[in-house]
T-cell receptor, first 113, second 114 residues
Framework: DAKTTQPTSMDCAEGRAANLPCNHSTISGNEYVYWYRQIHSQGPQYIIHGLKNNETNEMASLIITEDRKSSTLILPHATLRDTAVYYC??????????????FGKGTLLTVNP | DVKVTQSSRYLVKRTGEKVFLECVQDMDHENMFWYRQDPGLGLRLIYFSYDVKMKEKGDIPEGYSVSREKKERFSLILESASTNQTSMYLCASIFQGRGTDTQYFGPGTRLTVL
């Protein structure tokens, strides 16, 4: 799986958009970009994933650059409950134990009132 | 919405006790995983199951066993709990797409072994 680089921490004001960047310059053609988050003392939560097109769901939007070497997760109107560690993962799912997730250090997003 | 539930959020057990952690998912997923998560070590795969009665060892299976008698239920068993098994245990149910997978986690069980 390709390696990712994320800022260690970010702050965002409540109600504003949170833009979380991720660099994945060694991504290969069949690898997807996934985002998960983990609120303190809870299980990780899937947010969104994409291959090359931008994606949007009820939680967030994922913007992937044309060369696929970086992406941005956008939480359009951050709330205090969005305070969490956000993990960007690049991987291809190939079955069996290869489905296992490996999180890096992620970005601690703190949403301030 | 996919729902993955785990039997306990917090559990305290004594060394040598047999411990059962249960995970239930309601989305008819075939693949289910058990991870443990420790500070500085990230997620580590203990066991996984790709179908009823099928199981495979993950990266750290020692001291653990699993049971998958029904598709929706995947149990993790600590045969004789030890203090180094104090950890956060996470169950995941996996939706397989074409070339992708999405993992849905339970809330986690924080186990303390005294």
């Amino acid at each position: 799986d390709a390696k990712t680089t994320q800022p260690t921490s970010m702050d965002c004001a409540e109600g504003r958009a949170a833009n979380l960047p991720c660099n994945h310059s060694t991504i290969s053609g069949n690898e997807y970009v996934y985002w998960y988050r983990q609120i303190h003392s809870q299980g990780p939560q899937y947010i969104i994933h994409g291959l090359k097109n931008n994606e949007t769901n009820e939680m967030a939007s994922l913007i992937i650059t044309e060369d696929r070497k970086s992406s941005t997760l956008i939480l359009p109107h951050a709330t205090l409950r969005d305070t969490a560690v956000y993990y960007c993962i690049v991987r291809v799912a190939s079955g069996g134990s290869n489905y296992k997730l490996t999180f890096g250090k992620g970005t601690l997003l703190t949403v301030n009132p | 919405d996919v729902k993955v539930t785990q039997s306990s959020r917090y559990l305290v057990k004594r060394t040598g006790e047999k411990v059962f952690l249960e995970c239930v998912q309601d989305m008819d997923h075939e693949n289910m995983f058990w991870y443990r998560q420790d500070p500085g070590l990230g997620l580590r795969l203990i066991y996984f199951s790709y179908d009823v009665k099928m199981k495979e060892k993950g990266d750290i299976p020692e001291g653990y066993s699993v049971s998958r008698e029904k598709k929706e239920r995947f149990s993790l068993i600590l045969e004789s709990a030890s203090t180094n098994q104090t950890s956060m245990y996470l169950c995941a149910s996996i939706f397989q797409g074409r070339g992708t997978d999405t993992q849905y986690f339970g809330p986690g069980t924080r186990l303390t072994v005294l």
